[in-house]
């Protein structure tokens, strides 16, 4: 992946904008349990930063995925995955499809807004009886006239209690599991919309996650993107999106984590000498950093692959399963090197930790992630 000066202008203004106006503010938004969503996107969309690949009729910049791609990477200098996380929902997740598929009177309705800041968005997929396992979903819109009356339940929605609109998927007719959904808009403003108490998560403080509900919500067909039954496919396409953002925007972070331990173990001396002068300690934190960087030269490949238009599910799934375990051993590992300091809350390195577990989890486990991948091989069937 070969950056231009155009990339490098827009990292450098994604990196000060991460650097100074989500990192100082992380501590107190984990007490809050909640970031000012609104209050931070309309800072973004003055920027114009939520809508770097967005068509330029709806205020986008209309650039290819790289460009993406560079911002989602530089997010990470706000060292706050749960900040990322909810604004990869606004730019990756609950509006890719909107942006391609929607109809112009949709996207003035709702992309438009999305992408200056004024609306906040939430994509609502997951389930309870179905969060990987897309096709198991429940949640039905009855046919009425020229409306849909929707009816179910969503879980584990992130920028729920913030948002002005949810991208969801429903089930539109009786046929195949492949074949029966749609996404729709939902305003949350809407009578039977409900959006549930906030999630208590492990990790991820600083984003709002809670169950939303839907009774005899009445919406107007034209709040549907594309085609009734192509829904599936459309948020199969959404997911790889959201699968190179979570795993590019972790690259920093993972970084960091690198780079604190080396700074701590200069410092800190056990027997005599400092733990940095420790050999086995130094190969490790050299074979983990080696690790971070096949993990950003696969993400830049998927990458490639999707601006040349080319399908990049088997390469983003790559990335993301890579990307979940590694999170995992790189602040595992360095928690070790810090001794009992890795074991308090105000260690930098526990937040990722806990932070971290999530990308293993949404967007796809990784037990489907590792499904995606036998299908590429010809070892399981499709």
């Avoid at 780079?259 to 410092?267: A, L, P, S, V």
């Amino acid at each position: 992946m070969k950056f231009n000066d155009e990339h490098n202008a827009l990292s450098d203004t994604v990196k000060n904008f991460a650097s100074n106006e989500i990192k100082p503010y992380v501590e107190e938004w984990e007490k809050n349990e909640q970031f000012p969503a609104h209050e931070l996107f309309k800072k973004m969309g003055e920027l114009d930063l939520l809508g770097i690949t967005k068509n330029q009729e709806n205020g986008g910049m209309g650039l290819d995925y790289s460009y993406g791609m560079v911002f989602a990477e530089a997010l990470g200098y706000a060292l706050d995955s749960g900040v990322i996380i909810s604004i990869g929902v606004q730019t990756d997740m609950a509006t890719p499809a909107l942006d391609r598929f929607g109809s112009k009177e949709l996207k003035e309705e709702f992309l438009t807004p999305a992408i200056s800041g004024e609306y906040v968005t939430s994509i609502a997929v997951s389930e309870h009886t179905g969060g990987s396992d897309v096709a198991a979903l429940k949640t039905f819109a009855k046919k009425d006239g020229d409306d849909y009356l929707i009816n179910g339940q969503k879980m584990w929605i992130t920028n729920a209690t913030q948002a002005d609109y949810f991208c969801t998927l429903v089930n539109t007719s009786n046929a195949t599991p492949h074949k029966n959904k749609s996404l729709v808009i939902i305003p949350a403003n809407l009578p039977g919309v409900e959006v549930g108490e906030k999630i208590d998560k492990l990790g991820l403080r600083t984003s709002d996650t809670a169950p939303v509900y839907f009774d005899n919500v009445r919406i107007p067909k034209r709040y549907r993107i594309g085609k009734e039954g192509d829904g599936f496919s459309m948020q199969m396409q959404q997911f790889q999106e959201e699968r190179i953002f979570l795993s590019v925007s972790s690259l920093i972070i993972l970084d960091d984590c690198i780079e604190q331990t080396i700074n701590y173990c200069k410092e800190r001396v056990a027997f005599g000498k400092r733990i940095i002068d420790n050999q086995a300690l130094q190969f490790r934190l050299a074979e983990l950093k080696t690790e971070i960087e096949a993990l950003r030269s696969l993400i830049y490949r998927a990458c490639e692959s999707f601006v040349e238009g080319e399908d990049m599910t088997y390469l983003a799934s790559m990335a993301k399963l890579k990307c979940g375990r590694l999170i995992r051993e790189v602040s595992d590992t360095c928690l070790q090197y810090w001794g009992g300091m890795g074991f308090t809350w105000e260690n930098p390195l526990s937040k990722v930790y806990r932070d971290g577990r999530l990308m293993s989890i949404g967007g796809g486990t990784d037990e489907i992630m590792l499904n995606i991948i036998c299908k590429h091989l010809g070892i399981l069937k499709k």
